[in-house]
């Protein structure tokens, strides 16, 4: 019972030194870009902005929301720039306990995690956003003259960027399925009338009451999706191949993990 308590201590002592890290590592990014959170504030705006009137500005109702909002954005590009930092720390924490052709994925993971993700966020910042913001303005009547609020502009902007950076992920949540046995792909492939339903559904809650954008969420949702069948048709035929004599036995091996360190 001691052993088992030891062991269990020294896995929440590494998880916290992972977590640790991983926070650490946002924010030394976060202190390098606070100087220019102003200007990020501004990039970010910059659909928006584009849209409005001319001589028309966003407001804050705020007395400290002039601050914080910059602040907050800052803090979020901070985040997307530590993402392999953190996502490596957090497969560091597992990988121990997977055997040694799962610890294989784990770069592969995090690179295409990140890239896909940060591709999410790119798709939604330089196609979504002029569209949305095009047809909001287009749909005001003329008698109305807007000026958005940084505070709820941003919590709208947020939300696009998590569910477009969520939805550029499909493929990696499939070669999951795939690779841990949790789903064949036939199963896959008799599913995609469902996931097309699905992500047309899930779009149309998410994105903004118009055809376009919600076109343009769900449309990417479908095409990923269906390049995760494909990765994984391509990963399965690999894993087919016949391995060298020897290889297989090294692979079934389990890591035997007696401390934070696996030492």
């Known amino acids: 019972m001691s052993t088992m308590q030891e062991t269990f201590i020294s896995h929440l002592i590494e998880l916290r030194d992972r977590l640790l890290r991983a926070i650490v590592a946002v924010l030394v990014v976060f202190v390098c870009l606070m100087p220019w959170a102003g200007d990020i504030y501004d990039l970010l705006a910059m659909p928006m902005m584009s849209t409005l009137p001319e001589g028309t500005h966003m407001i804050a109702t705020g007395v400290v929301t002039p601050f914080f909002v910059p602040v907050k954005v800052t803090m979020m590009v901070a985040f997307v720039l530590a993402l392999p930092v953190v996502l490596y720390q957090a497969w560091a924490f597992i990988a121990p306990g997977l055997y040694a052709h799962e610890r294989r994925l784990g770069l592969p993971l995090v690179f295409g995690t990140t890239i896909l993700f940060l591709a999410g966020m790119a ?9 949305v913001f095009k047809f909001i303005a287009e749909f005001a009547p003329k008698s109305i003259v807007p000026a958005p609020d940084i505070e709820q502009y941003l919590s709208f902007v947020m939300t696009l960027f998590l569910a477009f950076g969520l939805t550029f992920e499909v493929p990696v949540a499939v070669i999951l399925l795939v690779k841990t046995g949790m789903v064949s792909i036939a199963k896959l492939q008799e599913a995609r009338p469902y996931v097309i339903v699905g992500a047309f559904v899930i779009a149309a809650i998410i994105t903004p009451p ?5 076109f343009m969420l769900a449309l990417p949702m479908c095409l990923l999706y269906e390049l995760g069948i494909l990765i994984s048709r391509l990963v399965a035929k690999r894993d087919a191949v016949p391995a060298e004599p020897g290889e297989d036995e090294h692979a079934a091996e389990r890591i035997e993990v007696t401390g934070p360190d696996g030492k």
Request: charged letters at 5%.
């Open 210 to 214: 118009d055809v376009v954008s919600q």
């Open 123 to 131: 798709f939604c910042y330089f196609f979504v956003f002029g569209t």
